[in-house]
């Protein structure tokens, strides 16, 4: 049986972070979950760089983003969008950072939700992703979903990573991803992952504050568990595994399941 995927990335969210939140959601998702809390990101642990990773499953040299900044690929790889495009399928994306905009070609949508953190703020602005998600999601189902949850990335660089106001958000976001998590036909598959962490008020290093990343991997099939090695770039050949769908042949990560 194949599965709908949907995978919420949290930015800049450390494992520990999870872990000292005291979020009981949080909790309660790791132990029903296949995990990893020490799964790896790329350099440079940069957030559009590392979302590029993630949607073509390739190190950051070979698809060229190393900063924030999109710029087009020298030599374009399909990225998860693409390829479920290519195998019939229909992807939705949730975001409320813009520069997000680029990780998927537009054809490859059947629909986009972007909210600006700058008129709504980002903990407001996760809320309302949150609940247009759950909303849409039962009602159109999409084969693949991404939804971006930026405030904890911002409350990290704002206070600093591991401080109160940081592991507070880490926590409010938790609450975000039951709202989706609830709506969820029993024929989808969460993912919550993050795509680095952070130290004191930055990121970007190969410090492991910044490299390691949480991976949870949620469904009614799924056996709970801890994962093996894992890494951002395996995240597309997962959700394609999941999904039925061919995992493009550029692709360097390799399924987790």
Request: with cysteine; glycine share 8%; hydrophobic share 40%.
């Amino acid at each position: 049986m194949t599965n709908k995927v949907v995978l919420i990335l949290v930015d800049g969210m450390r494992p520990d972070g999870i872990i000292q939140s005291g979020s009981e959601i949080a909790g309660r998702l790791i132990n029903e979950s296949l995990v990893s809390m020490r799964a790896t990101t790329v350099m440079p642990s940069v957030t559009l760089p590392c979302h590029m990773s993630l949607f073509h499953s390739v190190e950051p040299m070979r698809h060229g983003i190393l900063t924030n900044t999109y710029v087009p690929q020298v030599r374009p790889i399909n990225g998860i969008c693409e390829a479920f495009k290519n195998a019939g399928k229909t992807c939705a994306m949730f975001y409320n950072w813009e520069e997000l905009k680029d990780l998927a070609r537009p054809e490859s949508l059947i629909y986009a939700n972007y909210i600006s953190q700058y008129h709504f703020g980002y903990e407001e602005s996760n809320l309302m992703l949150a609940k247009n998600a759950a909303a849409f999601i039962p009602e159109v189902k999409p084969d693949f979903t991404f939804i971006y949850l930026g405030a904890v990335d911002e409350t990290g660089h704002h206070y600093g990573w591991m401080t109160d106001e940081y592991l507070s958000v880490v926590k409010s976001s938790f609450e975000c991803i039951e709202i989706v998590k609830n709506a969820l036909p029993d024929d989808y598959v969460l993912i919550v992952t993050a795509d680095h962490g952070g130290h004191d008020r930055g990121h970007g290093s190969d410090m492991p504050e910044d490299m390691t990343i949480p991976v949870i991997i949620n469904g009614k099939d799924i056996a709970p568990g801890e994962l093996g090695t894992a890494n951002i770039i395996d995240l597309a050949p997962t959700a394609a595994k999941l999904a039925g769908v061919q995992p493009d042949r550029d692709w360097e990560g390799k399924s987790l399941l």
